[in-house]
């Protein structure tokens, strides 16, 4: 197998990076690939909670870096999706156990084991987000309609940029009745200050807390706006790029082609 | 001139960075071309297909790049990663009394040659970037990004930044913005902040009034209008 291996992250704690490594890996896996998610954020996991794993750790990502298992000995199956994998991170350490090169032997490994390998990043732009790049083909940068959201995930374009890794955005916790009154930065501000491709627009929704809660996957749940958005990125990552992408501020019913108009692809670094 | 774009390591015999559309390697030349090689294979396997076509810098530092190394290591980036074409860094000085030696334009802005300096592109957040003199930015200054210049800014784009223009004490220095929504502007000694006399949307331009920076309408009361022959900035 030659996976692909995707960092998710945003520089600002909060914004929904574990949300989203958790459903849009649910989302993959329940079409069909093979799926493992990461949680790199040494110290302070959490990525087991939101998949209701937490109560099955035995090995975490440290213990396959230092080499006290082997990596199919740390990554839990989920309970409900097939083919989806969680390695969590490891709660005691600091990120400063790992180093960049652990990262590139890892994901060497994650190539050959699965079709996609998600990192949970940390927030911030230090170590542990220093790791979690290293070795990553792509990123998913998640961003909310707020000023210090949208600034924080431009800091970290600009560094995905440096490494010749191409971001691509999601505009999370989109709260549509805000923005109409004017109370909420429209999703076309936020792509407008970064542009880079959309990979796609998820709205505020309950369902998010409930289903980290309950461990019910988001994606299963059919009247969850935010649950179908991530079934829509998933679509996107895997094999349908131009899947239009629906506006939360449009009629319901209506789907808006907004990729193409407001993703305006950034060709200043190479790919 | 310099971009805040790239973070440091440790100091490994071959570093790779992304400098504008380039990939930029600072390498140790004075190694054994069989471990050379060996290094560079390590950030190229990384990058893998984004290596593809790429243009390659290789800067051995300080010391000699010969014309033999370079030829053998190009040769093996080319067949084993299908990079693009590989040079030695541009020349960091070029004679300013001979006007047809101009600086390579795709990697002009590395090595400010000129005084004044145009750069196509977004400035992100965290970004900064530097002109001897005027500074022209066809694109956007994103919020906490910087703009830094010892003539005048002028921005084809939208201003949203920090733009501190005539540093440090060229108080005739102005900034232009199509769409002029600074985060702060400077010019000479003087700070303000906040202050668009629109909403943005249409070009506005900052000047020093009295020791306080002013702003105003570009179309309406462009400054050079009035000047009765066209002169040097
Ligand atoms: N679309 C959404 N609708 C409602 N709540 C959401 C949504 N996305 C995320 N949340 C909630 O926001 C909170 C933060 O989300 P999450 O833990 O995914 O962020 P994070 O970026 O991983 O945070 P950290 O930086 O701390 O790791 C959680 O309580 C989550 O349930
Ligand atoms: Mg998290």
């Known amino acids: ?271 | 001139m310099m971009m805040g774009l790239h973070m440091s390591h440790p100091d490994p015999p071959v570093r790779l960075k992304g400098v504008g559309d380039s990939l930029w390697i600072t390498m140790d030349a004075s190694l054994p071309v069989e471990v050379l090689k060996k290094e560079l294979c390590k950030p190229f396997e990384r990058l893998r297909h984004q290596a593809v076509n790429a243009r390659i810098i290789l800067d051995p530092g300080e010391k000699a790049l010969d014309e033999p190394l370079l030829e053998d290591l190009s040769t093996f980036l080319k067949n084993r990663f299908q990079v693009g074409r590989v040079s030695r860094p541009p020349a960091p000085k070029a004679p300013p009394e001979d006007a047809s030696t101009r600086p390579d334009p795709e990697n002009g802005w590395l090595y400010q040659t000129e005084d004044s300096l145009v750069i196509a592109g977004r400035v992100r957040s965290g970004q900064k970037v530097e002109a001897r003199k005027h500074l022209v930015i066809l694109g956007d200054l994103n919020p906490g990004a910087e703009a830094i210049a010892g003539g005048d800014i002028i921005i084809l784009g939208t201003l949203l930044g920090t733009a501190a223009a005539g540093q440090p004490d060229n108080e005739s220095a102005i900034v232009v913005a199509m769409d002029f929504r600074p985060t702060q502007i400077q010019i000479a000694g003087y700070v303000a902040a906040g202050m668009s006399s629109s909403a943005g949307k249409k070009p506005e331009f900052a000047s020093l009034d009295n020791s306080r920076v002013v702003v105003a309408d570009y179309t309406k009361d462009n400054p050079f209008k009035r000047l009765a022959w066209p002169e040097v900035r």
């Open chain 1, 1 to 271: 197998m030659d996976g692909k291996i995707i960092v998710v992250t945003s520089g600002k704690g909060g914004v929904g990076k574990t949300t989203v490594t958790a459903s849009v890996g649910a989302a993959l896996a329940k079409q069909g690939k093979r799926v493992a998610v990461l949680d790199m954020d040494i110290g302070l996991r959490n990525l087991d909670v939101v998949m209701g794993l937490e109560n099955r750790i035995v090995f975490n990502v440290v213990d396959v870096i230092q080499g006290r298992c082997k990596l199919r000995q740390a990554a839990l199956k989920d309970r409900r999706i097939d083919n989806l994998y969680l390695i969590p991170a490891s709660q005691s350490d600091e990120k400063s156990v790992i180093k960049p090169q652990n990262m590139t032997w890892l994901c060497n490994k994650l190539r050959r084991e699965y079709d996609f390998a998600l990192l949970d990043c940390p927030a911030g732009i230090e170590q542990g987000f220093k790791n979690a790049i290293e070795a990553a083909d792509e990123a998913i940068v998640v961003c909310t309609p707020e000023v210090s959201s949208v600034r924080d995930a431009d800091r970290v374009i600009g560094l995905l940029y440096a490494r010749s890794i191409t971001p691509r955005l999601i505009v999370n916790r989109i709260v549509p009745q805000l923005v109409e009154k004017g109370d909420m930065l429209s999703h076309a501000d936020v792509v407008d200050v970064l542009s880079i491709d959309l990979l796609g627009l998820v709205e505020m929704d309950d369902a998010v807390v409930v289903s980290s809660n309950t461990g019910n996957p988001l994606v299963q749940q059919k009247e969850s706006r935010a649950g179908m958005a991530f079934n829509r990125i998933a679509m996107r990552l895997d094999g349908h790029p131009d899947l239009p992408v629906e506006d939360p501020m449009a009629g319901r019913s209506f789907w808006q082609k907004v990729g193409k108009k407001l993703g305006r692809k950034n060709r200043t670094a190479k790919r």
